[in-house]
């Protein structure tokens, strides 16, 4: 690559063998440069602040802080905005995962994922987008905000949207990127991208993966389709 920097990535996982053979993957990319290996959550925070990386592959599993504090800690530091967390997961019905989305993570993969769809996950986690394994996500949000219904109703949580704005959180919702919303509602992929940017400004969402589990909170989209 040429005139592009790399994708930073930091890797969090206490298994060093599991880091080890993430780090001979993604250091075979030119594109993807490691910045940082953490044992822990808390040294994922530390490191996360040192080393500013665009991705965390973030484990929950892990000692003295887990991945899901250390994503929420990540989310709310000051100047760390930025920084994107893909959660990894060994399982597909983890209720954990739920959690991790809602303190700012940007996606979850499970760590059977092969290699390829590994870096196409922190391709597009690093361009600003979400990603949730598609095998599990519809199963897994309906499952916890089931039990987990907002207190205030979806319809007073939704009132500030236009109408066209419920219909594209309503497509997000269903794991579907802004050139696909754009085709479904007939618009430019432009409008649908600031229709997206909009929605997250009116509800306080910090990214995509926090709109796709509102959707689901507030009703918008169906839990049992």
Same mark, same amino acid.
């Given at each position: 690559? $040429?005139?592009?920097?790399?994708?930073?990535?930091?890797?969090?996982?206490?298994?060093? @063998?599991?880091? *080890?053979?993430?780090?001979? @993957?993604?250091?075979?990319?030119?594109?993807?440069?490691?910045?940082?290996?953490?044992?822990? %959550?808390?040294?994922?925070?530390?490191?996360?602040?040192? #080393?500013? &990386?665009?991705?965390?592959?973030?484990?929950?599993?892990?000692?003295?802080?887990?991945?899901? +504090?250390? $994503?929420?800690?990540?989310?709310? $530091?000051?100047?760390?905005?930025?920084?994107?967390?893909?959660?990894? #997961? =060994?399982?597909? #019905?983890?209720?954990?995962?739920?959690?991790?989305?809602?303190?700012?993570? *940007?996606?979850?993969?499970?760590?059977?994922?092969? &290699?390829?769809?590994?870096?196409?996950?922190?391709?597009?986690?690093?361009?600003?987008?979400?990603?949730?394994?598609?095998?599990? =996500?519809?199963?897994?949000? !309906?499952?916890?905000?089931?039990? +987990?219904?907002?207190?205030?109703? %979806?319809?007073? +949580?939704?009132?500030?949207?236009?109408?066209?704005?419920?219909?594209?959180?309503?497509?997000?919702?269903?794991?579907? *990127?802004?050139?696909?919303?754009?085709?479904?509602?007939?618009? !430019? &992929?432009? =409008?649908?991208? #600031?229709?997206?940017?909009?929605?997250?400004?009116?509800?306080?969402?910090?990214?995509?993966?926090?709109?796709?589990?509102?959707?689901?909170? =507030? %009703?918008?989209?169906?839990?049992?389709?």
């Amino acid at each position: 690559m $040429t005139g592009t920097l790399p994708i930073k990535v930091l890797l969090a996982d206490d298994e060093r @063998l599991v880091r *080890s053979g993430f780090k001979v @993957l993604l250091d075979l990319e030119d594109d993807i440069a490691v910045v940082g290996e953490a044992t822990n %959550g808390a040294e994922a925070v530390e490191l996360a602040r040192a #080393t500013r &990386p665009d991705v965390v592959l973030m484990d929950i599993r892990m000692p003295r802080l887990d991945g899901i +504090r250390a $994503t929420g800690q990540i989310a709310e $530091t000051n100047g760390l905005e930025q920084v994107k967390v893909l959660i990894l #997961t =060994t399982y597909d #019905t983890d209720d954990n995962v739920f959690e991790a989305l809602q303190a700012g993570a *940007s996606g979850f993969l499970l760590k059977d994922a092969g &290699p390829a769809e590994l870096l196409h996950a922190i391709r597009v986690i690093a361009a600003g987008d979400a990603l949730l394994a598609p095998r599990v =996500t519809r199963r897994l949000i !309906s499952q916890f905000t089931a039990r +987990r219904r907002a207190a205030k109703s %979806g319809e007073d +949580r939704l009132a500030v949207l236009t109408e066209r704005e419920r219909e594209v959180l309503a497509q997000v919702g269903q794991g579907m *990127s802004n050139e696909e919303i754009s085709a479904a509602l007939f618009l !430019s &992929p432009a =409008t649908a991208r #600031t229709h997206v940017s909009r929605i997250m400004g009116k509800l306080g969402a910090r990214d995509r993966a926090q709109l796709v589990v509102i959707a689901y909170q =507030t %009703g918008l989209c169906d839990s049992h389709e």
